[in-house]
């Protein structure tokens, strides 16, 4: 009857900026091809062209808003969590559906099977794809609060499930290694409590971050109706957390040039920037939207069959294991190909000089994973700046010396350092929003404030 | 057309006894019930009554004795690897087809679906339990010899694989920790080589160790065959490592009996202890068997409904994940019941005062595995020494104070000072066997002789 627990945020309120040297370069408004966001939620159209959703129904867990007054009114005597700001984006996550089927946070047997095998067993015996934890942590104290001793319990007749939150096996399940420095572990586990409370979830109100993005957070079944009407006969997902360049730009292009070859009239392209939590050194979100808006400005992709949203997810780095959240959400959103690069969701090993894994297993462990053999899996071709083209293209290893490789570090060491990548490789007004971030971050450190790991 | 590669046991010839104190304790011939093994393997006869083999038929990689002569000369001209114990333990339990369907050691999407999803998808789309890595690995110099540089080559016809050993991310997955002192990795990770090599495998003889229980060792074929021999309608196994007491005795009697209730005409049990790599502290596997021995004669199990062999695999005391690979290996055997236990293939965290694994995770991981369904697991009944008749009973909580728990510390520390358990703990010829052991060990170390991990 009742939501699970009253769930409220316990770090900055997410209509407050968050760092007040970054808020000030805000986007006001942008100008992406982005679909009118109703304001009334409207019932989904599934287009007979769309990938279904994991599970078979979207499952999206805000009250209806007649039922949200008296809910509300209910929620006044329950114990209530504090939700840190990764715990709220998991909740935005949840109550659109993009984890479909599951209904809130994992009970235990959700937990184990995500730990164990990266997929859940449901009832009629289908599998789905779930291979990150979605979990609540709660302190002694608050398991005491809640009024709990036993293991599995019943709330206002919603069952509720604490249960104990084995962090060291959690964390190895998930990245593969408990060496100290995952961001997301130090951000999220190291410090969180020791139970994991799970069980059905109402949400009471839109996740909203009034950060002038928020036009731009489509749930899956606002993506899914955007496709619909778009006549959409593919949909072709490319997740990204980094500046936009050229390369990109062409692998795109390219892969709806192929989706045509292969017969389907319509293909659209979700380019998805993920925006929820990410690692300090990241490009935060704003900067990031900012650049893709000049790159589409510039008319490298066509705003008519592309679709520019913001994916609410925190990053985990988790590597071959994270990527198929990333793709078993885009299901849900209604994309049937995904597009996969080298190395996806991974990092350097925090402690050893080396990256966390090998660069191939994403790609290798997405095409075997259980619950995604519905998606198609495009392996991204590598691009590099051809010199004798003065532009990116598709490496070819037969003429190698022609080609140079721009790492991300190496884009980053040039935009902070004012100077201009080769011409091609970006276009200037894109490459101008780096360069302005940069700038941004020396001068707050300049005076003496510490860049901050902020999802917007 | 040849064997992947030819290999050699690098450690002593298992032939020799491995200790000199402990093999002067060899039992020459034991008097269990044990079916015949049959000088020369028969064609395996499948009752309607079995269940079917991961895969759908048993994967032997023997060669046919008449082709052995010819493989025998073919394989002097190839690069040779030696082989550990342990990944001689392995051979057998490949050859044997345990591992059902694979065929050889894993090339690196098994690995990787080992890892990630503890189960394989096969060709035709379906799914087999497998949650332990059966990998074989080679150093740089022997990677060198071998002769090829790339990841994926063939050699001589059979398609070969040498692929990277992730260490770390090896022992994170699989353990849920990476804690030092895991017994498995100390004895067969850490000092192993940074490469793997996998690929199908043929084995010129059947394995053997020569230590008196090689006619205990019966294979899933031999197996299903005695199985079909006495007619069995339903199969349940018993894995263990530890001696059996009247409480062990007792979880099996009780069994059959709640397996003749639901119908069955004539279940029969398969004792089954583990007959590869044990960690020191354990107790060797020649003195459980003679342990096992006193304990049949004794007449607690029916000889008649009794079938007692040995699992050649090695432990690994990985908790949840290990127990879908014994519950998976005895399906491949016939049993379509399996009795877990609490904490199975659990044990102590090597640096921290708690168990590695929440004590009902293993039951609740295997009840959710993949490729498991068909297997029906039956929780174990806790039984304690119940004071009020004198003997092992099933414990009854509301009279709690009736009990005692007599743990294995408890029964070590018991056998070690010579004294007696409560009368009807274990049958008495049981117990000496216990307690000549441990004063074997008491002798071994006044000797100035450290007991060592050994298998049999």
Redesign the interface.
């Known amino acids: 009857m009742a939501s699970m627990a009253t769930l409220f945020a316990k770090t900055p309120s997410p209509s407050q900026p968050f760092s007040k040297t970054l808020s000030t370069h805000f986007i006001p408004a942008l100008k992406l091809p982005v679909p009118g966001r109703p304001g009334a939620r409207r019932r989904l159209r599934v287009s007979a062209g769309l990938i279904e959703p994991d599970g078979g129904r979207l499952v999206e867990l805000l009250v209806a808003e007649p039922l949200r007054g008296g809910k509300r009114r209910e929620a006044v005597g329950l114990p209530r969590i504090k939700l840190s700001r990764i715990d709220l984006e998991w909740v935005h996550v949840l109550s659109e559906g993009w984890a479909s089927p599951i209904k809130g946070f994992m009970r235990?047997?959700e937990f184990?099977?995500t730990?164990?095998?990266?997929?859940l067993?449901l009832a009629d015996?289908s599998?789905v794809n779930m291979?990150v934890p979605i979990v609540l942590d709660i302190d002694d104290a608050q398991k005491r609060r809640i009024g709990r001793d036993s293991n599995s319990t019943s709330f206002d007749g919603i069952s509720i499930e604490i249960y104990?939150h084995?962090k060291?096996?959690r964390i190895?399940?998930t990245?593969?290694?408990?060496?100290p420095g995952l961001p997301y572990v130090d951000e999220a586990i190291t410090n969180a409590g020791d139970w994991l409370i799970g069980g059905d979830l109402e949400v009471l109100e839109p996740i909203k971050y009034h950060d002038g993005l928020d036009r731009f957070r489509l749930s899956p079944a606002e993506l899914r109706e955007e496709f619909t009407k778009r006549n959409a006969d593919a949909v072709f997902a490319f997740q990204l957390r980094n500046p936009v360049h050229n390369g990109h730009a062409l692998l795109m292009t390219d892969t709806r040039r192929r989706l045509l070859e292969m017969g389907y009239k319509n293909p659209i392209l979700l380019l998805h920037p993920l925006g929820g939590y990410t690692k300090a050194d990241d490009v935060p979100l704003s900067w990031r939207m900012k650049q893709h808006e000049k790159v589409l400005e510039d008319g490298v992709l066509d705003p008519e069959t592309t679709v520019v949203s913001i994916f609410p997810s925190p990053m985990h780095y988790a590597g071959?294991?994270e990527v198929q959240w990333h793709a078993k959400a885009r299901i849900n959103a209604g994309a049937n190909f995904y597009i996969v690069g080298r190395d996806p969701a991974g990092m350097g090993h925090p402690i050893e000089k080396r990256d966390l894994?090998?660069a191939d297993?994403g790609k290798?462990?997405l095409s075997?994973?259980?619950g995604l053999?519905r998606l198609n899996i495009l392996p991204f071709k590598v691009a590099a700046y051809d010199k004798t083209q003065g532009k990116m293209a598709f490496f070819d290893p037969s003429r190698a010396q022609d080609f140079i490789f721009i790492s991300g570090t190496k884009m980053r060491k040039l935009a902070r350092n004012k100077e201009n990548p080769p011409k091609g490789f970006m276009c200037p007004g894109g490459w101008k929003v780096l360069v302005d971030y940069y700038d941004s971050l020396a001068v707050a450190e300049e005076n003496g404030k510490v860049p901050q790991a902020v999802p917007a």
């Open positions: 235990e047997s184990l099977q730990l164990h095998f990266s997929s067993r015996g599998v291979s104990k084995p060291e096996e190895a399940r990245w593969g290694t408990t060496a071959p294991t894994y090998d297993h290798k462990v075997m994973a259980p053999e």
